[in-house]
């Protein structure tokens, strides 16, 4: 009965050394699915996370465009505007000029049903032919300060133009 127990002992340590060794295959061969399983998922992962940042990237340079485009065209706009601005304030100042060495003279219309007279003029000035309404000139300090008005005016319009031609472009209608 010895040797049938070792014989039995025998086959029975075989056999769990064939135990061990096929739990030990199992292990090994799941081990390397799952890691080839993971490796695919991150690969998977850094594709996907490039993709994004490729993306974002692009975006961002198309918003880098967008804002240099509208830099360029305010800059643009602002020169117009300067020059426009610049424009008007010399002619301004050369209207002046001219008011003030009497070169020009400012006049108004008079109102002849107003002032009680009859619309049509009788005779005319020793100076010319002058017909039409009556016109009386005006002080050339007085004029100045019109002229000085209306430069204010135009250089507010001048303003609310570039305003509106910012306020446009940046809200994208036309």
């Not at 127990?5 to 799952?34: E, F, I, T």
């Not at 993709?51 to 465009?65: D, F, I, M, T």
Request: proline content about 1%.
């Amino acid at each position: 009965m010895k040797i049938d127990a070792v014989k039995w002992g025998g086959v029975l340590l075989v056999n769990l050394a064939l135990m061990a060794g096929s739990a030990w295959a199992a292990w090994a061969w799941q081990a390397n699915a799952y890691g080839q399983q993971l490796a695919a998922k991150e690969a998977d992962h850094q594709t996907e996370r490039t993709n994004l940042a490729n993306a974002n990237s692009a975006q961002n340079l198309a918003e880098q465009g967008k804002r240099l485009a509208l830099e360029q065209w305010l800059a643009a706009s602002d020169q117009a505007h300067y020059r426009t601005l610049t424009d008007e304030k010399t002619k301004q100042a050369r209207l002046r000029d001219r008011l003030a060495t009497a070169d020009l003279r400012l006049s108004v219309k008079l109102d002849a049903a107003g002032t009680g007279c009859d619309a049509v003029q009788t005779t005319t000035g020793a100076g010319g032919v002058v017909y039409g309404a009556r016109r009386a000139q005006l002080d050339p300090a007085h004029a100045q300060r019109i002229i000085g008005i209306t430069g204010d005016g135009d250089q507010g319009l001048i303003a609310l133009q570039a305003c509106q031609a910012y306020a446009k472009e940046v809200s994208g209608t036309k």
